[in-house]
């Protein structure tokens, strides 16, 4: 009964955190629209320099996104109007803005999802002590009688199990669930994500978002220094389908320990 209502715990704290994050990326969504709809209605030619200037800037962007263009790439373009120096300004900060959010957020799903993995490999270490057992680890008698009970003995020997699992990365945790458990996360259809969306929380705090060899071998589709950039609507499926993965564990783990969930 214990087992079945830790794991229940576990699964509703994951789709509360989950489901806020999400709610969080939806709201800034339509904050940045907001912004977006006041600059679109801002008035351009309101002073003498704005038309002119705007046309230069318009000329400007389009040339220096054409592949084939041959404009210098020192060019600039000068801004006196403060009109179009405003509309410039807010834009480039919503923008900013956004990915900053984006990246920030990526993060923290990331540290959700490892957290996710901890809880639930605690709470089935906890209610089985016999998965426990293994030849390669020992425990000196000192260590043990330094506990004043067992529950206490058991609860250092699952944090250091834990511990010494959970820092590692997805595939590896993959990897043990599946030795020690049998539970296959590859079964989950949205696990390949989970491996992609942990490379690259890695590259965005690592790497400053630029693909490296790790992520090319597994996604061939990115090539080598390529930037990996990181929107809402990318962030938003990453939610989406951690709050499913908490279902799909709560089910795998309940089926392996045949218990009522």
Known sequence: MKFSQDLKQIKSNYQFKLRTIL?????IDVYIEKNLNEIKGTVLTSDANTESEGKKLRNFLIEALDENSNSKANERVEVASPVLSKFILVFIKSMRYSEFLNEMTLSYL??????????????ILINNNNCLKTAKDKISYDEILSFDNMEDLIESIVKKVVDSIGYGSAEDIFKFYLEKFNIDFKSFHGWELIIESSLRRNLVIHNKSIANDSYCRKFSEISLNDRIDVDSEYVKSVAENLIEFNEFCLSAVSQKFRIET
């Open 23 to 27: 709610d969080f990326i939806n709201e």
């Open 110 to 123: 990331i540290a959700c999802q490892e957290a996710m993995f901890k809880d639930y490999l605690h709470s």
